[in-house]
């Protein structure tokens, strides 16, 4: 459909600038619940509404107070710092809307009213994951052209090293540790409310970088409209969230799969979300137990540590508030499934997403689970099966995965916008197979997909096998080359605590899997290691395997 460009309500117009050409965007379905006014802001909509609408004694945040307890913030606590916040990066940063602001912290009640201060103020919000470097951060500073940079003080060192000679090392507020002029100072000097930016929908609410998989981030543009279609979507059509709702989990607010489902879709129903500036297996469970989490979003590798721990310790972590577990970032194992059910009685909410379409575009709850598959398009979301030609392979057929609907890819300045929509639709990279209903099966990255003497094998496949052995604790798959099967399949196994990794085991796991899925798919290269690279985010990092594995492996069996 086309698209209507509404007048900015930016002065500096640097984002919106740096688009893709109109013609190098996806279609997008704006229609429907997805049909956004000509002017938007997502903080209004997000918590302004809440507190005008009289709501604003309910509990927007709930926060560590530092002393073993919870602190609950409400929506009228985190407005009145909001506009205090956005009073700061005005009247005394001198920002302008449309200038982007770089966001560094730990997930917390400063980091949600930072960038809700930078969108009411009309500016543009680039976090950054906490575990990012000096060198890391100067490309997104670089690129994205920071104006200024909120910070938490724990992490200003890295950022000041990285902004040396920048506009964000001359604009730059800290908040927490003990300097004169950190932010907490700054806020007592405003009280009066904060008028929202008069922003279009189609303004440039945030600039999400890539969290670095392939190595190489891009930069991810999303409008306010967007922020608001991932909760009209996902969130409220298939997860089903409420107001009676507390959500929790372990993703970063600077991973879009966390801003949404720690900030943004508690906040579109009115809900209530429990952030954690790091947690563990056991923290997670103990905050879910303490502060009665309804919801909770993290990785695969999470839910299978969680499972465990609750396995091993009977009676010691109570549950029973979840209703819901949303697992993404990384395909989610059958065996992961299971144990989780088997372990809790909750039947994992499994989704694909991407940060270039802001979050989750395929997804199941409930009673449409359908085993082995991760579910069906999110209402307002196309999803085709295609070859590289881009013409549909039949049902059943291995594929590119192409989906369009009402976000889309939209990179900061990037050629590889032309690699990733390709005749109106989004390419994520997934290669998929759908059935005659509509459900999707993940089978790849299409780079994790192993063809080996002619047969195509997808890595998360032989990951699930493994998984199912009960040695094992976290498993990779890569392809390494083979003379003559051109690739071959290798395994990096991290063992369970106790557990000796030997011959006997690695031959006990390649038998266990050629049992559990077709032989040909076995790992013929094991190699036990004590741990596996990792993004903050959770997401495996298979290239760094297979830049760094062994000509041989620990074992190697011959055909």
């Not at 507020?173 to 008028?195: N, S, Y």
């Not at 299409?446 to 496949?461: F, Q």
Request: glycine share 10%; aromatic share 6%; charged share 20%.
């Amino acid at each position: 459909m086309t698209t209507t460009v509404h007048p900015s309500g930016h002065v500096d117009g640097y984002a919106r600038a740096h688009l893709p050409p109109m013609e190098q965007w996806p279609v997008l379905n704006l229609t429907g619940v997805y049909a956004a006014p000509a002017r938007m802001n997502a903080a209004v909509e997000l918590l302004d509404r809440v507190v005008a609408a009289g709501d604003g004694g309910r509990v927007a945040l709930v926060t560590p107070d530092g002393g073993g307890g919870w602190y609950e913030t409400t929506y009228a606590e985190l407005s009145a710092q909001v506009d205090a916040l956005a009073h700061v990066l005005v009247s005394e940063m001198g920002l302008a809307s449309g200038n982007r602001v770089l966001l560094r912290g730990f997930n917390g009640r400063w980091m949600a009213a930072a960038w809700l201060a930078t969108l009411k103020a009309g500016m543009v919000a680039v976090t950054t994951m906490p575990m990012l470097r000096s060198s890391e951060l100067r490309v997104i500073i670089e690129r994205a052209a920071c104006d200024a940079g909120l910070c938490d003080a724990r992490l200003v060192d890295e950022l000041a090293t990285a902004a040396a000679g920048t506009p964000v090392a001359r604009a730059t507020r800290v908040w927490g540790g003990d300097q004169a002029a950190r932010l907490e100072f700054a806020l007592t000097r405003h009280h009066a409310p904060f008028t929202a930016c008069s922003t279009a929908s189609d303004d440039v609410a945030l600039i999400a970088f890539t969290s670095g998989t392939t190595g190489v981030p891009k930069g991810c543009i999303h409008f306010h409209r967007d922020v608001m279609a991932m909760c009209t979507g996902f969130a409220q059509q298939v997860l089903g969230i409420t107001a009676a709702d507390r959500c929790i989990g372990t993703p970063p607010l600077a991973f879009t799969f966390g801003l949404g489902g720690l900030l943004c879709f508690p906040m579109s129903v009115r809900a209530g979300a429990v952030l954690l500036e790091r947690a563990t297996p056991e923290s997670l469970l103990d905050a879910i137990s303490a502060t009665g989490a309804t919801i909770s979003f993290t990785a695969p590798t999470f839910y299978r540590q969680m499972a465990l721990l609750i396995k091993q310790h009977p009676g010691r972590f109570y549950t029973g508030s979840l209703r819901a577990c949303v697992s993404a970032g990384e395909a989610l194992p059958d065996a992961t499934r299971t144990l989780w059910r088997e372990t809790t009685g909750i039947e994992m909410l499994d989704g694909i997403g991407a940060t270039e379409l802001i979050h989750i575009f395929i997804a199941a709850a409930g009673k449409d689970v359908r085993h082995g598959a991760i579910g069906r398009a999110v209402p307002g979301y196309e999803i085709a099966v295609l070859d590289d030609e881009l013409r549909p392979v039949p049902n059943g057929s291995v594929g590119r995965l192409a989906v369009r609907g009402p976000t889309g890819c939209r990179y900061l300045a990037d050629e590889r916008q032309l690699a990733y929509v390709q005749g109106g639709w989004n390419l994520t990279g997934d290669a998929v197979t759908m059935d005659d209903d509509g459900y999707v099966f993940f089978k790849a990255r299409t780079d994790d997909l192993i063809v080996s003497a002619g047969y195509n094998i997808g890595a998360p496949e032989v990951e699930a096998a493994v998984l199912q052995h009960e040695a094992v604790l976290e498993c990779a798959v890569v392809g390494v080359p083979d003379i003559d099967r051109g690739q071959a399949v290798k395994a990096f196994i991290v063992l369970k605590p106790g557990r000796g990794g030997d011959d006997a085991l690695a031959r006990a796991i390649q038998d266990h899997v050629k049992a559990t899925i077709a032989p040909y798919k076995y790992p013929r290269h094991v190699e036990f290691v004590s741990a596996l690279p990792k993004t903050d985010t959770g997401k495996l990092q298979r290239f760094r395997l297979k830049e760094t594995s062994p000509k041989e492996s620990s074992l190697v069996e011959p055909s």
